[in-house]
């Protein structure tokens, strides 16, 4: 039978692997739209590739987060607390790039636009680092006492495991980014992204590796890698393949499962802890020592049995009406046609 | 000082917060609103309507989105004592929140703000509504969750002494949350029209689109007066029922140091804090807070040091009594600033009757600045509900002193206050710059009419020209 502390341990997994293949994306493409975008226009085509979606996927974090605290309020209250002065980085980015979407286009000022490319870009950079080092340091574990507080200060943060965990997912999620703006884009936009995927598939590939064989050695657990690990790595190697082909939805495709594989690997290895004591073992949080009680837990799980399916299917309704290719407008500088003929719709 | 620093931080960042909230409900309704219009009678000018106010809505939601992330993190960041004791109860409503309400809202605002051309009339302007349902679903967790603390219910204590929830029925009936969520609702829609009527009177003044805009303001005052009516209503009767449940609150908005019945309520007063209980009151008025605090005339009102006698048997000793001078000030700056856009929507319906909506200069040039009082009577609300729960986090369950992360040092705090000092200073600066700029273009000039006439309604083509 399975326990509801485990069920919902599986929940908050499936919203980080969730936030990260949906928002992986949507990272990539704002930290590269200034590299494959050479003027406004062409940035503004990178952009409206995710523009219908980020926000949408974004709540993919903030409900990983709130369910953290209805599920796990141990958990919450110190994880939070620990990464106070990291969060803080992570508040800003996530504001300085939220902000920049809506704000970039509305003035003309070139000077505007740079500031709020910039926010977009290191926005976009800082996420999933900082994330990723936030996730890492859960199974390499931090100095926490027997009172599940935290003791270190914010270098203590900063793990060799936990910021190779950060850089492995931001490495994934650039190469996610680029695989999806070749799906997304057409013309120079499209050539650009995909040059870009090679350097970047190789990169992840060798980070998936490193990262896979240090979560071995910092678990403890087993030898040989489990089947997601492996999974993880035949995946981004596919990836990192398959952008030299035209096979633009398989290299999409396999550079998710990678991102979905890395991520969900880590929460395998973590359970049933969800936060390790680097002080004494005795001190781990574990699913069962922060959890809520079960009235609570059997609520919150009727919730999300009613609710997140009806999410997931007005999100994908989303994804499916703006499903084309993002199109740059025809230049400014052409003459319009004589004649106002409507254009051909496309496929 | 941790403690404090932390108070500090989350009163500023969450009334920053609610600077914002307010518009994006209120707004929101109202664009669905003008959409529904356009929807039914296909006029040009309502659709060129919807897109501008949806414009100043976009902006408005970009800061409130980001402002909302920084408390949701706040919870376990700086109050991480608070969040271990409560979350069991109090962390459910929040994830429901994301769950029920952000999805919908953000996924829909998605559709709508790129799907112009793209989705069918009827099915893009469910999108509008979506997204209006997703703010007011919003609003309801979160005041299920702030309700809690005012008045906690649903719950019982479990061997550690922690509150567990045992009725999440309880949660969503609660009297507290009842009253003031629909306070809460109301006021945001008076924010947002009193934005929509502001921006109208600039327009008609500058002598744009007249026509258009008298639609807008015409619609803004039938609907301000009786919202501001209820909402004054309903604030009175949440008073009603957090003297019942938080007598501290009511007495000390009223600075009613000692026991009385029936009890005046003064307009004015000079003294009446901590080292001045007697104070000297200007313009009483006989039976009012009687009436405010039990609906009754004769109704008794239990003073502070009473109250506080009480709460020293009941909990140990201590001080139960919030700030008297915020308590008392906020609630009259709520009230008078409440009466104050009563008398303006009175004067608007009075022209309106007349016929003479835009030709009266002075209460056009009124309605541009009225739409600061929302701003200040939301944030006095506020104050008073908030700085009247004090000493305590949870009502009677846990004190605030005892709420923040240990964890934390008062340098994390003082780095985070700058840092949030600093970064809200400027999106609130570009905010205000944005939303100026945009509330004075004049209507259509999105290029949204240009694409339409040549056609390029395919949507393969076009990038949405309200965004980026």
């Known amino acids: 039978m399975l326990h509801l502390h485990t069920l919902w341990f599986i929940i908050l997994a499936i919203l980080w692997v969730g936030f990260f293949v949906l928002e992986g994306f949507d990272l990539g493409v704002g930290a590269l739209h200034s590299v494959v975008g050479r003027n406004d226009t062409e940035r503004r085509v990178a952009i409206n590739t995710i523009g219908p979606w980020w926000d949408g996927n974004e709540v993919w974090l903030i409900v990983a987060g709130a369910g953290t605290f209805a599920a796990f309020p141990g958990w919450y209250a110190t994880w939070f607390s620990a990464l106070y002065l990291a969060l803080l980085l992570l508040l800003l980015a996530l504001m300085a790039r939220g902000v920049a979407f809506e704000f970039k286009g509305k003035l003309e000022d070139p000077r505007w636009r740079r500031t709020w490319m910039w926010c977009m870009t290191l926005g976009s950079l800082l996420i999933p680092l900082l994330l990723g080092v936030g996730l890492g340091d859960l199974l390499h574990g931090l100095p926490i006492d027997s009172a599940h507080n935290y003791t270190g200060n914010f270098f203590d943060l900063l793990t060799p495991y936990g910021l190779w965990s950060g850089v492995t997912l931001l490495g994934l999620c650039l190469l996610h980014g680029a695989t999806f703006l070749g799906l997304r884009t057409e013309g120079p936009l499209r050539e650009r992204a995909r040059a870009l995927a090679r350097p970047l598939g190789w990169t992840a590939s060798a980070l998936v590796v490193g990262f896979v064989a240090w979560t071995l050695a910092v678990s403890g657990h087993a030898d040989v890698p489990g089947p997601v690990q492996v999974l993880a790595v035949l995946a981004v190697l596919f990836a990192a393949r398959l952008v030299s082909t035209e096979a633009d939805g398989w290299a999409f495709t396999a550079s998710a499962v990678a991102i979905a594989a890395t991520v969900g690997s880590l929460f395998i290895e973590l359970y049933p802890n969800v936060m390790v004591s680097s002080t004494n073992a005795a001190y781990n949080l574990t699913v069962t020592n922060s959890v809520s009680g079960h009235y609570a837990l059997t609520v919150m799980t009727i919730v999300t049995v009613v609710i997140f399916p009806v999410v997931l299917l007005y999100q994908g309704w989303s994804f499916y009406v703006f499903r084309d290719r993002v199109k740059a407008p025809p230049s400014q500088s052409e003459p319009p046609p004589p004649t106002a003929v409507p254009s051909t719709p496309q496929a | ?468």
């Open chain 2, 1 to 468: 000082m941790t403690n404090d620093l932390a108070r500090w931080q989350f009163a500023t960042t969450s009334i920053y917060h609610f600077l914002f909230v307010p518009v994006t409900i209120g707004l929101a309704f109202l664009v669905a609103l003008l959409q529904t219009a356009w929807y039914r009678n296909e006029k040009p000018e309502y659709r060129r309507l919807t897109r501008f106010f949806g414009t100043l809505l976009l902006i408005n939601v970009a800061v409130g989105v980001v402002s909302g992330l920084v408390q949701e993190f706040e919870f376990g960041m700086n109050w991480s004592a608070y969040s271990r004791f409560v979350g069991d109860v109090f962390g459910g409503p929040l994830a429901m929140e994301g769950l029920a309400a952000f999805f919908l809202e953000s996924t829909f605002l998605g559709l709508w703000l790129f799907g112009w051309d793209r989705l069918p009339r009827r099915v893009h302007l469910s999108c509008i509504w979506l997204v209006a349902v997703g703010t007011i679903l919003s609003a309801m967790f979160i005041m299920v969750a702030n309700s809690w603390m005012q008045h906690p219910v649903g719950y019982v204590l479990n061997s550690h002494g922690q509150p567990e929830l045992n009725n999440v029925g309880a949660l969503f009936t609660n009297p507290t949350f009842l009253w003031g969520y629909v306070h809460v609702v109301l006021a945001s829609l008076i924010t947002g029209t009193l934005l929509m009527l502001a921006v109208s009177a600039w327009q008609i003044r500058n002598g744009r689109d007249v026509e258009s805009f008298h639609h807008t303001a015409r619609i803004s005052v039938i609907i301000l007066l009786p919202t501001i009516l209820l909402t004054m209503f309903v604030g009175s009767e949440l008073g009603v029922v957090e003297a019942k449940y938080q007598p501290v609150k009511i007495a000390a908005a009223e600075a009613q140091w000692n026991n009385c019945k029936p009890c005046s309520f003064s307009a004015f007063q000079i003294g009446g804090g901590k080292n001045d209980k007697t104070p000297s009151q200007i313009i009483p008025i006989p039976d009012l807070l009687s009436v405010l605090a039990t609906n009754s005339f004769s109704g008794g009102v239990v003073g502070l040091n009473q109250l506080q006698k009480q709460d020293e048997t009941k909990y140990g000793p201590g001080n139960y009594i919030p700030d008297v001078f915020i308590q008392y000030w906020s609630m009259r700056i709520m009230a008078y600033v409440a009466s104050l856009i009563v008398l303006l929507a009175l004067w608007g319906g009075w022209l309106l009757h007349k016929g003479r909506l835009d030709q009266s200069k002075w209460f056009l040039r009124l309605s541009m600045w009225a739409v600061l009082t929302p701003f200040v009577m939301n944030t006095a609300g506020w104050m008073l509900t908030e700085n009247g729960r004090q000493p305590w986090i949870v009502q009677g369950l846990m004190k605030t002193i005892h709420a923040n992360s240990p964890s934390v040092t008062s340098t994390d705090l003082w780095i985070s206050i700058v840092v949030f000092v600093l970064a809200y200073t400027a999106l609130g600066a570009a905010d205000v710059l944005l939303m100026l700029r945009y509330a004075r273009k004049g209507l259509g000039e999105d290029g949204h009419d240009a694409e339409l006439r040549s056609g390029a309604n395919s949507g393969a083509t076009s990038i949405p020209a309200l965004t980026y």
